[in-house]
T-cell receptor, first 114, second 116 residues
């Protein structure tokens, strides 16, 4: 299994509070991604990174920001959480050459915004 | 833009039944196609993939063939087991060239339940 951890694994927070989710990898992979999983929508890309300090928006980036100051860590921040951001969040990683374009997923973080 | 459509679920089968989960896609260029599986309470795991037309991906008895003419990548298994109960996701990745960065577009997922 790819070495990907996410923290916290579960979080309950209140509307309007900031929340930061962490993804940590031990594979030294270049690409990292944040997705959210909601019933009926599959997984949707929030933000992704193609290198240290190199990030870009995905399909559902509104209300989220990311940072990547080192290869192994990719942080997702909800600046002011809303109930619509209640979801399961998955981090994924991918290498930098053809065969390694396969993405490997972390165990997920279940977030409840009250 | 890219999109992936999976057959509506949930799918309920008896053990040893034949499984088909349909997946069709819309994409520009020549995407790679994937099936991921998610067991209860876990993250997604790659089940199989195909990177060009007519390629067949296979793993653990599951198969899918990349059909460019019908823009499809249907998942099949000849004899399902209770342990195959999970959520199955079809996904595509834009062509490796250019600046796609390997982003995945997912279908909505199909819940499979297999009864003894």
């Amino acid at each position: 299994d790819a070495g990907i951890t996410q923290s916290p694994r579960h979080k309950v927070t209140e509307t309007g509070t900031p929340v930061t989710l962490r993804c940590h990898q031990t594979e030294n992979h270049r690409y990292m991604y944040w997705y959210r999983q909601d019933p009926g929508h599959g997984l949707r890309l929030i933000h992704y990174s193609y290198g240290v300090k190199d990030t870009d928006k995905g399909e559902v980036s509104d209300g989220y920001s990311v940072s990547r100051s080192k290869t192994e860590d990719f942080l997702l921040t909800l600046e002011s959480a809303t109930s619509s951001q209640t979801s399961v969040y998955f981090c994924a990683i991918s290498g930098s050459s053809g065969e390694a374009k396969t993405q490997y997923f972390g165990p997920g973080t279940r977030l409840l915004v009250l | 833009g890219n999109s992936v459509t999976q057959m509506e679920g949930p799918v309920t089968l008896s053990e040893e039944a034949f499984l088909t989960i349909n997946c069709t896609y819309t994409a520009t260029g020549y995407p790679s196609l994937f099936w991921y599986v998610q067991y209860p309470g876990e993250g997604l795991q790659l089940l199989l993939k195909a990177t060009k037309a007519d390629d067949k991906g296979s793993n653990k008895g599951f198969e899918a063939t990349y059909r460019k003419e019908t823009t499809s990548f249907h998942l099949e298994k000849g004899s399902v087991q209770v342990s195959d109960s999970a959520v199955y996701f079809c996904a595509l990745s834009e062509s490796a060239g250019g600046t796609s960065y390997g982003k995945l577009t997912f279908g909505q997922g199909t819940i499979l339940t297999v009864h003894p």
